[in-house]
């Protein structure tokens, strides 16, 4: 329950999550060089697709929509971060907080969502190549991307429906960034039954997402064993750049998951390490993935390159 008497009004939250970095100024620069980097190859990617008209198909459409979903998790929470360690401003004010936490959250929910549609994308062009243009239109393609983002907001709200309203005994967040666990901890409340109810939560998105994939992906299994050893090629090329954002997306949330479940407790630099990899990680090696392997991307590039040298 709320210990109502022990509360205090809370105008602005303080990030003491980096008080013992050792060199915060190298640690704030280079998490400033990869944002920037994760930006810029995002960005390109999502022009390389929106101003070429050929590439306006549902797979480069799907990958324009993980674009923008990294751009928004990354930049959730890095300024804040590289405001505390190259600037010095470690406070953040009360609404604002929130605010980062809600962009926060709804860019990881989405980029579970993101992934889970570009599987169910392959899925339908490999099992169904002849239809898969009347399968999966633009439009649909569109709406589909549309309802998952009123989902994830859905989601998300409800972790803001439950900090609001309850009182705060200190005003100094133990993390990095605003976060639902940051937020909590500075409460008057036993944080046990909220983060139970977000366990739920997280493990009923990561299991039905993740689980989503994996059948989509047995379904790809189950086609390529009927395919010639050619279109084996294409289909495992196609896949490829698919499967290695998925690992590098769900690979630290598992690591995470299964040392704190079989009792390994993670110091706090262990864990602002993990969480600023899985927040930068993704938002970073995603564009570049699909800059390299998706060959019109690739070439798209090569040509505005190439068009700038030429115009020098």
């Not at 928004?72 to 890095?78: G, K, M």
């Not at 050619?230 to 998925?246: A, D, F, P, Q």
């Not at 630099?269 to 991307?297: D, Q, W």
Request: hydrophobic content about 50%; overall charge positive; aromatic content about 14%.
């Amino acid at each position: 329950m709320p210990l109502q008497n022990a509360s205090i009004t809370v105008t602005e939250f303080i990030i003491g999550g980096f008080d013992k970095t050792k060199r915060p100024m190298l640690v704030g620069v280079l998490i400033l060089i990869t944002y920037v980097l994760a930006v810029v190859a995002n960005m390109v990617n999502i022009l390389c697709i929106v101003f070429d008209k050929r590439l306006h198909k549902p797979m480069y459409l799907l990958i324009c929509n993980l674009a923008v979903v990294d751009i928004l998790y990354t930049s959730s929470a890095s300024p804040t971060m590289i405001g505390v360690l190259v600037a010095g401003v470690n406070t953040i004010s009360y609404v604002p907080c929130f605010i980062q936490m809600f962009a926060f959250h709804l860019g990881g929910v989405m980029e579970m969502f993101a992934l889970s549609v570009m599987a169910f994308d392959r899925l339908v062009a490999i099992s169904c190549p002849f239809q898969y243009h009347s399968y999966l239109t633009n439009a649909r393609t569109l709406v589909l991307t549309y309802i998952l983002w009123i989902l994830a907001c859905g989601f998300v709200v409800i972790l803001a429906a439950t900090l609001i309203p309850l009182p705060h005994c200190h005003s100094t967040l133990k993390y990095t960034f605003c976060d639902f666990p940051a937020i909590m901890r500075t409460t008057c409340v036993n944080p046990s039954y909220y983060f139970g109810m977000v366990t739920i939560i997280l493990f009923f998105l990561l299991f039905f997402t993740f689980s989503f994939i994996c059948l989509s992906y047995f379904g790809i299994i189950y086609f390529v064993k009927l395919s010639s050893n050619g279109e084996r090629k294409k289909i495992g090329s196609t896949c490829l750049s698919h499967l290695i954002v998925v690992a590098c997306y769900y690979c630290p949330i598992f690591v995470t998951s299964v040392l704190t479940r079989i009792g390994v407790v993670l110091t706090l630099e262990a864990r602002h390490g993990l969480m600023i990899g899985t927040l930068l990680g993704p938002s970073l090696v995603n564009p570049f993935v699909y800059c390299f392997r998706t060959k019109e991307i690739k070439n798209k590039i090569f040509k505005i390159f190439k068009y700038s040298e030429k115009s020098q």
